[in-house]
């Protein structure tokens, strides 16, 4: 059976039959082919005076064209379009936070504010007998009142608590207490916040498979009625 002139056929085998050619937007003279020049015209290439195109659909799929679909955008027959990849640009801050990983090494004044210390002290303190006299002994040939019109009394001294110097030892001194140290110039700190510009390549390719398409260069003049 004869196909229509202007057919297109993905074929799985890699050669065009008799009367077929590859759809690989090939140049071709009028004169040898003035009844496809009469379907095709130039919608696909060529000058229109000795040459016309054939359909280029290496790489590409069909698009049906001559009426929108509901929600698409119209495309005309003949009409190429479409990337392999688009490349998208993206605009935006970063905000980049900073650990003490990150900081050099640095200074700050700081003050010590002492608070409500309380010391306690506490002295082992050895005495010796040098320099005092001894308490006065209970004799009452000494201690009694004398008799007659003409006794006196007789007065002894008191004893006295030693007067030399004594050694001290075994000093310890224990402080308690709170306190609190104040850092300054430290600073409130600004958030880094950077502009960021991205450009990144997306692939718009649906999953594919290579065959080859091939277009009916003789056969069945299509009539219009």
Same mark, same amino acid.
């Given at each position: 059976?004869?196909?229509?002139?202007?057919?297109?056929?993905?074929?799985?085998?890699?050669? =065009?039959? %008799?009367?077929?050619?590859?759809?690989?937007?090939?140049?071709?003279?009028?004169?040898?082919?003035?009844?496809?020049?009469?379907?095709?015209?130039?919608?696909?290439?060529?000058?229109?005076?000795?040459?016309?195109?054939? =359909?280029?659909? %290496?790489? /590409?799929?069909? &698009?049906?064209?001559?009426?929108?679909?509901? *929600?698409?955008?119209?495309?005309?027959?003949?009409?190429?379009?479409?990337?392999?990849?688009?490349?998208?640009?993206?605009?935006?801050? &970063?905000?980049?936070? @900073?650990?003490?990983?990150?900081?050099?090494?640095?200074?700050?004044?700081? #003050?010590?504010?002492?608070?409500?210390?309380?010391?306690?002290? /506490?002295?082992?303190? !050895?005495?010796?007998?040098?320099?005092? @006299?001894?308490?006065?002994?209970?004799?009452?040939?000494?201690?009694?009142?004398? !008799?007659?019109?003409?006794?006196?009394?007789?007065?002894?001294?008191? $004893?006295?608590?030693?007067?030399?110097? &004594?050694?001290?030892?075994?000093? #310890?001194?224990?402080?308690?207490?709170?306190?609190?140290?104040?850092? $300054?110039?430290?600073?409130?700190?600004?958030?880094?916040?950077?502009? &960021?510009?991205?450009?990144? #390549?997306?692939?718009?390719?649906?999953?594919?498979?290579?065959?080859?398409?091939?277009?009916?260069?003789? *056969?069945?003049?299509?009539? %219009?009625?």
């Amino acid at each position: 059976m004869d196909a229509f002139m202007g057919t297109v056929l993905p074929v799985a085998f890699n050669y =065009p039959p %008799r009367g077929w050619m590859f759809c690989n937007g090939q140049i071709i003279p009028i004169a040898q082919n003035s009844a496809m020049f009469a379907l095709l015209g130039t919608m696909y290439g060529g000058d229109g005076q000795t040459t016309f195109g054939l =359909p280029d659909l %290496r790489g /590409r799929t069909i &698009v049906g064209s001559q009426a929108q679909g509901p *929600g698409l955008s119209n495309v005309v027959q003949g009409e190429k379009g479409g990337t392999n990849n688009t490349t998208v640009i993206a605009n935006g801050t &970063v905000n980049i936070t @900073l650990t003490l990983a990150n900081l050099p090494a640095h200074n700050h004044p700081a #003050t010590l504010a002492l608070d409500a210390l309380n010391a306690t002290t /506490r002295v082992t303190v !050895g005495t010796g007998t040098n320099g005092g @006299l001894p308490a006065v002994a209970n004799n009452g040939g000494l201690t009694a009142t004398a !008799g007659g019109q003409s006794g006196a009394a007789i007065y002894l001294p008191a $004893g006295t608590a030693p007067t030399s110097p &004594v050694d001290l030892g075994g000093v #310890t001194t224990t402080v308690t207490g709170s306190g609190t140290v104040t850092t $300054g110039n430290t600073g409130t700190g600004t958030p880094l916040v950077a502009p &960021v510009v991205t450009n990144a #390549t997306i692939s718009n390719m649906q999953p594919y498979l290579g065959l080859n398409y091939i277009i009916a260069m003789e *056969g069945i003049f299509p009539s %219009r009625n």
